[in-house]
């Protein structure tokens, strides 16, 4: 058991992290040094991410 555990953690962290990374700023935090100032305009929204059946990451902005 846990060994699945383990395994759901490490894919639950993959999708966070690509979450992340996709958003182009910095918000409370989730601090970016390369994107230092928080955009409400772009990024005021929920970050949707998944795993497709052939196994890429695919992600999209959903709307609050």
Same mark, same amino acid.
């Given at each position: 058991?846990?060994?699945?555990?383990?395994?759901?953690?490490?894919?639950?962290?993959?999708?966070? =992290?690509?979450?992340?990374?996709? &958003?182009?700023?910095?918000?409370?935090?989730?601090? *970016?040094?390369? %994107?230092?100032?928080?955009?409400?305009?772009?990024?005021? =929204?929920?970050?949707?991410?998944? &795993?497709?059946?052939?196994?890429?990451?695919?992600? *999209?902005?959903? %709307?609050?």
């Amino acid at each position: 058991i846990q060994f699945f555990e383990l395994s759901f953690a490490c894919k639950a962290a993959e999708l966070i =992290v690509t979450a992340a990374l996709k &958003r182009t700023e910095s918000r409370g935090a989730h601090y *970016r040094q390369d %994107h230092p100032e928080q955009n409400d305009t772009r990024w005021q =929204v929920h970050v949707q991410v998944q &795993r497709l059946p052939d196994g890429v990451l695919d992600w *999209r902005v959903v %709307h609050c």
